[in-house]
């Protein structure tokens, strides 16, 4: 039998550029989290400072990434719990072999040949850290929401990862990669079991046409298309969304959803808070056997081989 896994969705508000306070909020309920038996806790993409490019201040804290990400990995330790920390928005100021060789560049590079000043990149990164601190896996932003391209590179065509960890294979993702279900599929073939999301989602990212049609279109998209992610993959996925004070937009809505059952744990509001809940990863062999999911994309002669582009319609 596959094992139980315990795992802690936090949904968190992070005040605006205040990555100090937001660590140790976020601290908090790690705490917490471990006190209650979770072996994995999961936070909100940009907890850490909040989504302000704009903001003078944004890229100096920007620059402060190790800092938190060795906080993390001490946490980590200290606990003895795997972390994902939500996304840690890195700022390099040079290139560097830490960068997906692919990153596609976003406006905030730059660059001057006259003088050969150094040109500085925004990665939007997700890191799985282990109950003994080592990180064991990194993910950078592939598909980035229409504003975060003016600031963000992204990692383009690099293939995603799956990563060996205590809680079994885990793919990551951010966001809006959860509309683009070639992102599922390249994690589920190469194995992975849990999919974790870490999320800045909120009710305004729809179009004001779209609001008109139903105020809560976003709240539909993330229940309907998480549901249907892990069925069509046999997946776990574990989805933490920022949460804020009503009024503002926030969607809230973190959840833990399997095939079968639908989410085992989902939080009805943008209230922050947290769940810790009982993960049967058994359910995913069950789907398995049932949907031949990954049994279809092993096979040699499987279909759908292909990579949306112009030069393959030809």
Not at 25 to 46: D, K
Not at 105 to 134: M, Q, W
Not at 217 to 224: G, K, M, P, Q, V
Request: charged share 20%; net charge negative.
């Amino acid at each position: 039998m596959a094992p139980t896994i315990k795992v802690a969705v936090i949904q968190m508000y992070a005040k605006p550029l205040d990555p100090e306070a937001n660590f140790e909020t976020a601290s908090r309920y790690i705490h917490s989290a471990a006190s209650q038996g979770a072996q994995l806790a999961v936070l909100p993409e940009y907890h850490l400072t909040s989504w302000e490019p704009n903001d003078p201040r944004f890229l100096p804290q920007c620059a402060q990434w190790r800092h938190y990400l060795e906080k993390y990995r001490a946490l980590a330790k200290q606990l003895s719990v795997c972390i994902v920390p939500g996304t840690i928005v890195e700022k390099h100021d040079e290139p560097s072999s830490e960068l997906p060789e692919s990153a596609t560049p976003g406006a905030n590079e730059t660059s001057n040949d006259d003088n050969d000043k150094p040109t500085h990149r925004l990665l939007n990164v997700c890191y799985f850290i282990s109950s003994t601190g080592l990180i064991l896996g990194r993910y950078v932003k592939k598909n980035l929401w229409f504003p975060e391209r003016q600031h963000l590179s992204s990692s383009g065509r690099d293939i995603h990862q799956v990563f060996d960890t205590p809680v079994g294979k885990v793919g990551l993702l951010i966001c809006w990669d959860l509309a683009f279900p070639e992102a599922f599929r390249e994690l589920i073939s190469q194995g992975a079991q849990m999919i974790i999301v870490p999320t800045f989602w909120t009710l305004r990212d729809c179009s004001q046409a779209g609001l008109d049609r139903n105020p809560s279109a976003e709240a539909l998209f993330l229940d309907s298309v998480l549901t249907a992610r892990a069925f069509e993959n046999t997946c776990a996925i574990v989805f933490a969304n920022a949460g804020g004070p009503p009024g503002k937009g926030f969607a809230g809505l973190s959840q833990i959803v399997l095939p079968f059952v639908g989410p085992v744990t989902r939080m009805g509001t943008a209230a922050e808070g947290m769940s810790v809940t009982d993960v049967d990863m058994q359910i995913l062999e069950d789907a398995e056997d049932n949907y031949k999911v990954r049994a279809d994309l092993a096979r040699h002669d499987w279909h759908y081989d292909y990579r949306h582009s112009a030069k393959d319609k030809q």
